[in-house]
């Protein structure tokens, strides 16, 4: 399929261009330091949403639950994805903005796209522990973003930032996300229940590499079982092959 992709074994923050977080789920209990000096929040999330313009690419591989796995097709180009269900009648394409990101579905290429809103969002794709909430990242643009510490996720050192709906529709309370210093790129994020547990937990395993650039090679999303830091069940985004461009 085009350029092939190569598995980077190293530390992907050096390189990475896409991104979303890291590590298995049982040995993830972070602390952020609140006393320790961060840089502006608004220039540390400017900075997050200028490296989040994606390299344009074909993707082939899988969305994997324990019990099933759904090929899938994934384009990517600037700040738009579009997911390909090749075994069930579903299209996705995901728009992210500053302002505020929308999510759209349609069974196929024939049909219309229909914007995804409300509860809407919370609805499982594919039956897997991946919501359209997830995918279109919107606490992004939360209208209530608030510093929370530095933090070391995986050895890196990281700006936590709670983001909370206020009004906007959400499964979530809030939501903790990580920016990593060196890159200001997310390596991890957590969604929490009223009751300030964990509930959500979404994650990158890997990066792969296509000619010159780099994209995701696994993402892990994961549902916790709330106020322990164990996950009840996993769903896995593999990226098994790509090329540059989209068609």
């Known amino acids: 399929m085009g350029s092939r992709m190569r598995p980077l074994r190293q530390a992907f923050w050096a390189v990475a261009g896409l991104?979303?977080?890291?590590?298995?789920?049982?040995?993830?209990?972070?602390?952020?330091n609140p006393n320790e000096p961060m840089p502006p929040a608004e220039m540390i999330i400017g900075l997050l949403w200028k490296n989040m313009d994606l390299q344009a690419f074909t993707l082939s591989g899988n969305i994997r639950t324990p019990k099933n796995r759904h090929p899938i097709v994934l384009k990517t180009n600037g700040r738009e994805m579009?997911?390909?269900a090749l075994d069930s009648p579903l299209q996705i394409r995901v728009r992210l903005d500053a302002s505020g990101s929308e999510v759209y579905t349609?069974?196929?290429a024939n049909q219309d796209w229909k914007r995804v809103?409300?509860?809407?969002?919370?609805?499982?794709?594919?039956?897997?522990?991946?919501?359209?909430?997830?995918?279109?990242?919107?606490?992004?643009?939360?209208?209530r973003i608030e510093p929370v510490g530095v933090d070391s996720i995986k050895t890196f050192k990281s700006y936590a930032f709670d983001a909370y709906p206020e009004g906007t529709a959400s499964r979530y309370a809030k939501v903790r996300f990580w920016i990593t210093h060196a890159h200001c790129l997310m390596i991890r994020a957590d969604g929490y229940n009223k009751d300030d547990q964990v509930i959500k937990r979404v994650e990158v395993n890997g990066v792969a590499q296509i000619d010159e650039a780099w994209t995701i090679k696994q993402m892990q999303i994961s549902s916790m079982i709330p106020?322990?830091?164990?996950?009840k069940s996993r769903t896995y985004i593999d990226i098994m092959d790509g090329s540059a461009g989209v068609e």
């Open 19 to 32: 991104a979303l977080l890291a590590a298995s789920a049982h040995r993830l209990g972070a602390a952020p």
């Open 82 to 84: 579009i997911y390909e």
């Open 106 to 108: 349609r069974p196929n």
């Open 117 to 143: 809103t409300g509860k809407g969002v919370s609805e499982s794709v594919l039956g897997s522990d991946i919501t359209y909430e997830e995918l279109g990242l919107h606490f992004l643009s939360w209208p």
């Open 227 to 231: 106020g322990r830091e164990l996950s």
